[in-house]
């Protein structure tokens, strides 16, 4: 069995419909009885907080593997619990990000502390460090429902995002096999488009003619404050607009672990075409 904590989300989701797939038993992390109708048939819910480890020691019985989100209080007592109970593997969900080692970067900081604290922990561990990922591509939808136009922050940066779909394809071979215990890997998708040629593949499979208007660096950080907290607005725009971080290489990473190459945006966009519908 496979404990997944974050199984609602755009990746644990399809961790959760890949190990279900691959025949294995799953029990997925909610965070209320309301969101169990949320998940596929023959998933146990349990409900739990990651915040309060000690709210989810029971999760851990019987539990071979965790895949584990970052950035919650309480990790390493989360970890301590889930040894005790005789899990043996975590894949944590990280972020391209790690390796720079900024733990000024308030988006950052809570991957590299996670990392540090699996890596403490005693348990086999593989860290998937991804990119951006495509479903990012949903925080256009108020824009869409409201017209044609989507206006974009750093519209000139490209970025080799990669379909969660991908993610957790990487996270099911690595509880499949020892040989991915103990790997970092940078996941990224098969292709460096610009928000503007998203757009367009996005505008071609609904049949609209989708225009982006790009913000300065100014209205970015303007926009990003009305629902961000200052330090991830910081965070941000030291990504992106101060270039510190770069997403657009395309790295064969995804081959390597799985076998077959990632899907592009456009694979991803008739996937999930419905929701923008």
Do not use: C
């Not at 907080?49 to 990790?75: I, K």
Request: net charge negative; aromatic share 8%.
């Amino acid at each position: 069995m496979i404990f997944v904590t974050g199984a609602t989300g755009n990746v644990g989701s399809e961790v959760v419909r890949a190990l279900l797939e691959g025949g294995e038993q799953v029990r997925a992390l909610v965070s209320s009885a309301d969101d169990e109708a949320l998940l596929p048939a023959g998933v146990e819910g349990f409900v739990g907080d990651l915040n309060e480890p000690n709210s989810l020691v029971e999760a851990f019985e019987g539990a071979r593997g965790v895949y584990l989100l970052a950035g919650y209080n309480g990790t390493p007592r989360f970890l301590a619990h889930a040894r005790a109970a005789g899990v043996e593997h975590v894949v944590l969900q990280s972020t391209s990000l790690v390796p720079l080692g900024d733990v000024s970067n308030a988006f950052a900081a809570p991957h590299i502390e996670a990392e540090e604290a699996v890596r403490e922990s005693g348990l086999a561990w593989t860290f998937t460090q991804s990119n951006s990922f495509m479903s990012n591509t949903y925080q256009w939808l108020p824009q869409l429902r409201a017209g044609d136009v989507v206006r974009v922050p750093f519209a000139d940066i490209p970025v080799a995002m990669i379909d969660p779909f991908d993610i957790a394809a990487v996270a099911v071979s690595a509880f499949n096999s020892s040989e991915h215990r103990g790997r970092s890997y940078h996941l990224t998708g098969p292709e460096s488009l610009l928000p503007a040629e998203r757009l367009r593949v996005l505008g071609d499979a609904l049949g609209r003619p989708l225009q982006l208007v790009a913000l300065s660096n100014d209205e970015a950080r303007e926009e990003m404050s009305k629902s961000l907290p200052p330090e991830y607005v910081d965070a941000f725009m030291s990504i992106w607009a101060d270039g510190n971080h770069d997403e657009s290489r395309v790295l064969p990473t995804v081959q390597d672990v799985i076998g077959r190459p990632p899907r592009r945006f456009a694979q991803w966009v008739a996937a999930h075409a419905d929701a923008f519908a």
